[in-house]
C-alpha cells in the first residue's frame, strides 16, 4: 500500500498538472469551452492507453533490448533531475507556448505533455521493479491520471485561488520533491549495480 501511495505521488509529479495548466489552456483558447473540455478528455484517455501500453509492455521492452534495471533506474533518475530543474527554473520558451488553430490531437498535450518520455521511462521502471503488484501499479496509475485530470478540468478555478504566482511557485516546490525523487532513484541504480 505504501508503494501505491509513494508511485502515485512520483507520477503525480512527473505528469506536472499544475505546470501543464498554462499550455493546456494556452494551447486550447481559441475553441469553445466545452470543445475544450471534450478534446481534454479525449487527449487524457489517448495519453492513459500509451501509459497502460508501456506499464504493462515494459518488461517485455527491457529484456528485448536487453536493458537491466539498473540502467533504467540510472537514467530515468538523470531525466527525472533535468526535468526537475526546469520546473524550478522555467525558460521562456516553455512558459510562452503557442496556441493552436487547428485542434491538437495525440501531440502535444497527450505527448509528451502528459505521457512524457521520463513517464514512459518510470512505468517501465515499475512493471521491472514490482512484477507482482501490477493491481498496485494500475491503481497508482489510475489515481496520478484522475487527480491530472480533474486539475487540468478545473484549471480556471485553480488559476484564480493560487493566481499565477502561485501556480509558479507550487511547480518549482513540485520540482524539488521531484529532485528528491529522481536522486533517490539514481542512487538506488547506483548501488543495486555495485551489489550485481
Given at each position: 500500500?505504501?508503494?501505491?501511495?509513494?508511485?502515485?505521488?512520483?507520477?503525480?509529479?512527473?505528469?506536472?498538472?499544475?505546470?501543464?495548466?498554462?499550455?493546456f489552456?494556452?494551447?486550447?483558447?481559441?475553441?469553445?469551452?466545452?470543445?475544450?473540455?471534450?478534446?481534454?478528455?479525449?487527449?487524457?484517455?489517448?495519453?492513459?492507453?500509451?501509459?497502460?501500453?508501456?506499464?504493462?509492455?515494459?518488461?517485455?521492452?527491457l529484456?528485448i533490448?536487453?536493458v537491466?534495471?539498473?540502467t533504467?533506474?540510472?537514467?530515468?533518475?538523470?531525466?527525472?533531475?533535468?526535468i526537475?530543474?526546469?520546473?524550478?527554473?522555467?525558460?521562456?520558451?516553455?512558459?510562452?507556448?503557442?496556441?493552436?488553430?487547428?485542434e491538437?490531437?495525440?501531440?502535444p498535450l497527450?505527448?509528451?505533455?502528459?505521457?512524457?518520455p521520463?513517464?514512459?521511462?518510470?512505468?517501465?521502471?515499475?512493471?521491472?521493479?514490482?512484477?507482482?503488484?501490477?493491481?498496485?501499479?494500475?491503481?497508482?496509475?489510475?489515481?496520478?491520471?484522475?487527480i491530472?485530470m480533474?486539475?487540468?478540468?478545473?484549471s480556471?478555478?485553480?488559476?484564480?485561488?493560487?493566481?499565477?504566482?502561485?501556480?509558479?511557485?507550487?511547480?518549482?516546490l513540485?520540482?524539488?520533491?521531484?529532485?528528491?525523487?529522481?536522486?533517490?532513484?539514481?542512487?538506488?541504480?547506483?548501488?543495486?549495480?555495485?551489489?550485481f
Open positions: 500500500m505504501n508503494n501505491m501511495i509513494s508511485n502515485t505521488i512520483l507520477l503525480i509529479l512527473i505528469m506536472d498538472p499544475l505546470g501543464n495548466l498554462p499550455i489552456m494556452s494551447t486550447l483558447k481559441n475553441f469553445k469551452p466545452h470543445r475544450q473540455r471534450f478534446v481534454l478528455i479525449r487527449e487524457m484517455l489517448l495519453a492513459l492507453m500509451i501509459m497502460f501500453l508501456f506499464l504493462f509492455a515494459g518488461e517485455k521492452i529484456s533490448l536487453n537491466k534495471t539498473e533504467v533506474s540510472i537514467s530515468g533518475g538523470i531525466i527525472l533531475f533535468l526537475a530543474i526546469k520546473m524550478i527554473f522555467p525558460s521562456e520558451t516553455n512558459q510562452n507556448n503557442n496556441s493552436f488553430k487547428e491538437p490531437f495525440l501531440v497527450a505527448i509528451p505533455l502528459v505521457a512524457g521520463s513517464l514512459l521511462a518510470t512505468l517501465m521502471l515499475l512493471s521491472h521493479k514490482y512484477p507482482h503488484q501490477t493491481p498496485y501499479l494500475i491503481g497508482a496509475l489510475l489515481l496520478a491520471w484522475t491530472t480533474f486539475v487540468l478540468l478545473s480556471e478555478l485553480f488559476l484564480k485561488l493560487l493566481g499565477k504566482k502561485g501556480v509558479i511557485a507550487l511547480e518549482r513540485m520540482g524539488l520533491i521531484l529532485i528528491m525523487i529522481s536522486t533517490q532513484m539514481f542512487l538506488d541504480g547506483i548501488q543495486n549495480w555495485f551489489n
